[in-house]
């Protein structure tokens, strides 16, 4: 899986704990990460600096489901 993450406010974190995927992305800039998806499920990431008072709400969820 290739993912693009961007941050143009303040610097954020993006996390992906069962992945080991943990990312500093600073104002202005754009990463780029890729890694292989070698486990079915779905697997929660968020955001791991506070960036302001919604800090507490920039999670999700991450779907992998096996190919067709």
């Known amino acids: 899986i290739t993912n693009v993450e961007r941050a143009y ?3 954020h974190g993006f996390s992906i704990p069962y992945y080991n995927i943990n990312l500093s992305i600073e104002p202005g800039e754009a990463t780029t ?3 292989d998806a070698t486990q079915d499920g779905v ?3 968020y955001c791991t ?3 302001s008072a919604l800090h507490l709400e920039m ?3 991450l779907l992998i489901e ?3």
């Open 33 to 35: 990460f890729e890694f």
């Open 43 to 45: 697997f929660s990431y």
């Open 49 to 51: 600096e506070f960036c």
């Open 9 to 11: 406010d303040a610097t």
């Open 59 to 61: 999670t999700g969820y």
């Open 66 to 68: 096996p190919e067709p």
